[in-house]
């Protein structure tokens, strides 16, 4: 695609839920970073893929934050449980390379409300 | 620990007007990659340039310029006759070759350019 698609725009779950936020990165794309926007603030790191492999989850802040992405291409960030910290924009971010230094190319993020 | 410290919470300029969105960074490493990008309300982060900490030397690309100087950690950027679609929040973020897999970015400064 010509961009980084993240779907959906928005999203409000009831505290408790489970919620699922999905990534399309550019085609052909080696990186991809997930990362968490509190309002007001810089985006936080939250996990890495260079394809398939995750390669750095470092940033989950709880185990009840899952990421993958099965095939290297498409990826889904899961959180279980919602909790009304978890309110926030999720970020997701590609890069040609395998270079974690490159450029990233974000997508508009998912703005998830927790109530 | 590595830390980008954006002082300027909001700025707010005249339309032509110049302005410098300032960037301090705290490290005790001689390899490190520095970036600026640039978060419209649309959402996504958008990069504007990177450099290494071996490059000293000053860039300009069009009415954006950025200075960059180890002897006072810093790495700012100028926005010369401003216009309103430079309205956004801009990110000076910070990456450590031999690191963690991602970036740190600072807080964040949002430009307001008033027509």
């Known amino acids: 695609g010509a961009g980084v698609s993240q779907s959906p725009r928005y999203k409000v779950a009831k505290r408790g839920q489970d919620v699922a936020l999905r990534c399309d990165p550019i085609?052909?794309?080696?990186?991809l970073f997930w990362y968490q926007q509190a309002l007001g603030q810089g985006p936080e790191f939250l996990t890495y893929?260079?394809?398939?492999?995750?390669?750095?989850k470092s940033g989950l802040p709880s185990d009840r934050f899952f990421a993958e992405r099965p095939e290297g291409s498409v990826s889904t960030l899961k959180i279980q449980r919602t909790q009304q910290e978890d309110s926030a924009v999720y970020l997701c971010?590609?890069?040609?390379?395998?270079?974690?230094?490159?450029?990233?190319?974000f997508g508009n993020g998912t703005r998830l409300t927790v109530t | 620990a590595q830390k980008v410290t954006q002082a300027q919470t909001e700025i707010s300029v005249v339309e032509k007007e110049d302005v410098t969105l300032d960037c301090v960074y705290e490290t005790r490493d001689t390899t490190y990659y520095l970036f600026w990008y640039k978060q419209p309300p649309s959402g996504e982060l958008v990069f504007l340039i990177r450099r290494n900490s071996f490059d000293e030397q000053n860039e300009i690309s069009g009415r954006y310029s950025w200075n960059f100087q180890k002897s006072t950690s810093s790495f700012n950027f100028t926005i010369t006759a401003s216009q309103v679609v430079d309205s956004a929040v801009y990110f000076c973020?910070?990456?450590?070759?031999?690191?963690?897999?991602?970036?740190?970015f600072g807080t964040g400064t949002r430009l307001t350019v008033i027509p």
């Open positions: 971010a590609s890069s040609p390379l395998g270079q974690l230094f490159s450029p990233l190319h």
């Open positions: 973020a910070y990456y450590l070759r031999t690191g963690a897999n991602n970036l740190f």
């Open positions: 893929f260079q394809n398939e492999a995750q390669l750095d």
């Open positions: 085609s052909g794309h080696v990186s």
